[in-house]
């Protein structure tokens, strides 16, 4: 397996535009998650989705935040419009179901993207 | 609110040390505890994964202990190499947290020199 993939690597794009991250998890992983890195807040968890329906988006920092996962290989998460302070590294992560075993309970994480908003 | 703090912030040390990198979370209530490697540029990998029943896990070099009811966990690495070069975070999901929610510290960054 390919691991969790994520597009683009890099983004760079100016304040108020529209961007748009994508990830394909991990295949037969019913979790996805995504997470935000900062060098002020570290790693924090935006949303994730059980077998493609959103469970806890409580971490989406604002209205113009928004994910989707319109089927169990693909998500993806937009902002809209974007802001300087947008800037980070965005992860996805998939997993299996909590409760299975220890190692299937693991998160993996694909490389990341790096955002920068001008 | 949980807190988990890693000590030290970095730390360098020559080729064939064993390594000792320690975890401290304040709520004790964890459902289980992660260990993760990420590189420059790179993602976080999963390296070893504790069940709050469990004391310990091992994985090759690496060994992990976790002490739920003093809030610790320690990462050992023994007989360090250069390619140990990395930041080690931990992380804990709470019992009461939605699942995949995992606190993380703020890592240690480790250099391991020849």
């Known amino acids: 397996d390919a691991g969790v993939i994520q597009s683009p690597r890099h983004e760079v794009t100016e304040m108020g535009q529209e961007v748009t991250l994508r990830c394909k998890p991990i295949?037969?992983?019913?979790?996805l998650f995504w997470y935000r890195q900062t060098m002020m807040r570290g790693l924090e968890l935006l949303i994730y989705f059980n077998n493609n329906v959103p469970i806890d988006d409580s971490g989406m920092p604002e209205d113009r935040f928004s994910a989707k996962m319109p089927n169990a290989s693909f998500s993806t998460l937009k902002i809209q419009p974007s802001e300087p302070r947008d800037s980070a590294v965005y992860f996805c992560a998939s997993s299996y179901s909590r409760g299975d075993t220890a190692t299937n309970e693991k998160l993996f994480f694909g490389s990341g993207t790096q955002l920068s908003v001008l | 609110k949980q807190e988990v703090t890693q000590i030290p912030a970095a730390l360098s040390v020559p080729e064939g040390e064993n390594l000792v990198l320690n975890c401290s979370f304040t709520?004790?209530?964890?459902?289980?505890l992660q260990w993760f490697r990420q590189d420059p540029g790179k993602g976080l990998t999963s390296l070893l994964l504790?069940?709050?029943?469990?004391r310990e896990q091992t994985s090759g070099r690496l060994n992990a202990s976790l002490d739920k009811s003093s809030g610790r966990s320690t990462l050992y690495i023994a007989a360090s190499q250069p390619g140990d070069s990395a930041t080690y975070l931990c992380a804990v999901s709470l019992l009461t947290d939605s699942w995949g929610k995992l606190q993380f510290g703020a890592g240690t960054q480790v250099v391991v020199t020849p």
């Open positions: 709520d004790s209530a964890i459902y289980n």
């Open positions: 295949s037969g992983h019913d979790y």
């Open positions: 504790i069940q709050s029943s469990q």
